[in-house]
């Protein structure tokens, strides 16, 4: 069993995040000790995995609710929930192409820095206006 800080640091997150999320009743059959401390058992910790990577890709909170719902639910929700990860995908594709071009942006600018300062770059090839 894990507690908040220990989940929290496995998962690379705030212990406020974790919290929240149980509070939020996004990890179906969380435990509590005699403390009302919050225990994180195996099946738990991929639940809040789970909440994680889906609001990384953007995904609303009334949305995961209603996917773990759905999740909890059995078999007879398998469309709906195949349903809902097709559209998280495409959210997620469309992030991944929006992060190369920024990284192929980036990768642009550092190599015109490195040319200028190993003096690669005569002064008349270099655009002083491109930021």
């Known amino acids: 069993m894990y507690t908040v ?10 212990n406020h995040t974790v919290r929240y999320y149980t ?6 059959n969380l435990r509590r000790d005699d403390h009302n401390n919050r225990l994180f058992d195996e099946a738990t910790v991929k639940w809040l995995l789970c909440v994680k990577h889906l609001r990384h890709c953007g995904m609303p909170i009334d ?4 996917y773990i719902s759905l999740c909890q639910e059995g078999d007879s929700t398998v469309k709906e929930r195949y349903e809902i990860m097709r559209r998280q995908q495409a959210v997620a594709l469309t992030q991944l192409e929006e992060a190369k071009q920024r990284i192929a942006y980036i990768d642009e600018k550092v190599g015109n820095y490195f040319d200028i300062l190993n003096g690669a770059t005569d002064d008349k090839d ?6």
């Open 5 to 14: 800080k220990e989940v929290a640091a496995l998962l690379d997150m705030t």
């Open 23 to 28: 509070d939020q009743g996004l990890v179906p």
């Open 63 to 66: 949305d995961i609710k209603t």
């Open 126 to 131: 270099y655009d002083k206006s491109t930021y």
